[in-house]
């Protein structure tokens, strides 16, 4: 029986992440190395990327990346295959891009709408297309999915609006059981994440605002902080969670546990 230290490394396997360029994102990309992985990360924005893949690089990381749309069908299919052409193929995945759209259902416009869905949900789909194929093809695969408790549950009528973002979340969620299903004939894990309230550029508008409404309605009191989500990561991407695929593991400070 392997020892729980070597059950979370993650040495000689390759993990790409998207959005890593900041936030959770560049937070897990540093977990995955932490654990010993080669890690590839993409965005869209080289203003982010570069420094991010330099923060990691000076870090011990292995560490690489590109500009990538994870919309856009060739750009992932392209990402994925610079990543294997850089470090080897992807064994671990992590769909953490993501962004939403404040407005109310009523007045969401259509575009907003769809980008929303086309970033949280069409984006992982993507990106797991196409890694499931030499996933598939080695018998091996972690696939960790970005969700958010958004996606478990509504908000009360003075939270915050983001109709898309929440149905993008639940879809994601569903579809992280629905791979889970089809591919552990494979070997390929598929688990997700769904944090609570985390301080990222995502959440800067509306944070501060909030500061009162998490003292009383998350058991811990607080928003997440750094350092609180890699871990996580890391465990559902090595073999410390072996028996584990279809799920989706909160880490909101207890929030989805509480009622009134
Ligand atoms: P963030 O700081 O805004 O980071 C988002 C990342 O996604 C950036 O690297 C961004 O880079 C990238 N991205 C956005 N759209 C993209 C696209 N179309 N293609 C490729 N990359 C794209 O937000 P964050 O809070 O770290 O969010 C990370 C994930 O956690 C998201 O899925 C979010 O929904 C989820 N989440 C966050 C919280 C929270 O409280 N912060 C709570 C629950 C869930 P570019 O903009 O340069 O592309």
């Not at 790409?16 to 869209?44: D, K, N, P």
């Not at 908000?155 to 889970?180: D, F």
């Not at 890391?234 to 400070?253: E, W």
């Amino acid at each position: 029986m392997q020892t729980v230290t070597n059950l979370f490394r993650l040495d000689g396997r390759t993990a790409l992440v998207t959005g890593g360029s900041r936030g959770l994102g560049e937070e897990i990309a540093h977990g995955m190395a932490e654990a010993g992985a080669s890690v590839y990360i993409v965005a869209r924005r080289e203003k982010w990327l570069t420094p991010a893949i330099e923060s990691l690089q000076a870090a011990g990381a292995k560490c690489a990346g590109s500009v990538c749309d994870v919309s856009d069908p060739a750009s992932v299919k392209e990402s994925v295959r610079l990543a294997a052409e850089t470090f080897g193929p992807v064994d671990i995945l992590v769909n953490n891009a993501g962004a939403t759209w404040g407005a109310p259902a009523e007045d969401m416009p259509l575009d907003k709408w769809e980008s929303v869905i086309a970033t949280n949900l069409t984006g992982a789909f993507l990106f797991s297309q196409e890694c499931a194929h030499g996933m598939i093809a080695r018998r091996f695969g972690r696939i960790i999915n970005v969700a958010s408790i958004a996606g478990m549950r509504g908000s009360l009528p003075r939270g915050i609006h983001c109709s898309g973002y929440v149905a993008a979340k639940g879809g994601l969620i569903a579809l992280t059981r629905e791979l889970a299903c089809k591919w552990a004939q494979y070997n390929i894990r598929v688990n997700a994440i769904a944090p609570g309230f985390f301080p990222t550029r995502m959440t800067e508008g509306v944070l501060p605002g909030l500061t009162e409404d998490l003292k009383q309605n998350v058991p811990l009191g607080r928003p997440g902080r750094d350092g609180e989500l890699k871990g996580v990561a890391v465990f559902l991407a090595s073999d410390a969670s072996n028996y584990v695929t279809g799920q989706t593991l909160a880490v909101d400070g207890g929030s989805t546990a509480a009622t009134i």
